[in-house]
């Protein structure tokens, strides 16, 4: 059982000026991580991001889900929802935001965006554990998975995955990225198949993060 954190607006945020609304894409950073990958930073990127957490955590079906690890069933700990290329997003920013993430990224993917993953992190004791997207094509091909992280921020670690991207310096070089209140992350390249990322657990008192996940299509 989850105890409640509030959540702690944004002093920064937009969303009693009109709503949620993006900004311009045209102040990505870019991170070269190595081995091909790299990683797209432009931190509140999406206005009126409380707005947006608080009708994704009211309005979206989450789902928990139980998976087997080390020869026992086991909770995720996080709760979950997916909406294929045919479901309407259940915020229309969102619908907004992968169609202006697909044209940015047009001429390097190649293709749009077509999915969206949601992940809600309840407090400090949900997480994920290190892995890269790789059922599908990013287990062979370079692609893009973006992240739009509204709520409460929290660390997205990056490291390079064991025998890829260092040649066996793999977990002596982690990449640290504060993520929440509208920010955008886009690991691109090489980076599912050579890199590993995690939303590691913490014992400071969190309040809640929901992350977007925008993909390709066979990507997951």
């Known amino acids: ?37 790299w990683l797209d930073v432009l931190p509140g990127w999406l206005g009126g991001a409380d707005e947006v957490f608080e009708r994704l955590a009211v309005e979206v079906p989450w789902r928990a889900e139980r998976r087997e690890m080390y020869e026992r069933v086991v909770d ?55 892995h890269g997207d790789r059922i599908g094509r990013g287990k062979r091909e370079d692609t893009m998975v973006a992240i739009l992280s509204v709520g409460e921020p929290r ?35 090489s980076c599912q198949r050579t890199w590993e990322h995690a939303i590691p657990k913490t014992a400071r008192p969190v309040g809640p993060r929901i992350s977007v996940q925008f993909r390709p299509r066979g990507v997951s």
Request: hydrophobic share 40%; glycine share 18%; with cysteine.
């Open 76 to 130: 995720v700990p996080r709760l979950l929802a997916h909406y294929g290329e045919a479901d309407e997003p259940p915020h229309p920013v969102l619908g907004e935001a992968r169609a202006a993430l697909s044209a940015y990224y047009a001429t390097e993917l190649g293709e749009p965006f077509r999915t969206l993953g949601l992940c809600y992190y309840r407090d400090g004791r949900d997480s994920v554990a290190w």
């Open 1 to 37: 059982m989850h105890s409640t954190v509030h959540r702690q607006p944004s002093l920064f945020d937009d969303a009693d000026g009109g709503g949620a609304g993006l900004g311009p894409l045209a102040g990505v950073r870019r991170v070269v991580l190595g081995a091909g990958a």
């Open 155 to 189: 660390a997205l670690l990056l490291r390079p995955r064991p025998g890829g991207a260092r040649g066996g310096n793999e977990g002596t070089h982690v990449v640290r990225q504060v993520v929440g209140h509208g920010d955008l992350v886009v690991m691109g390249g």
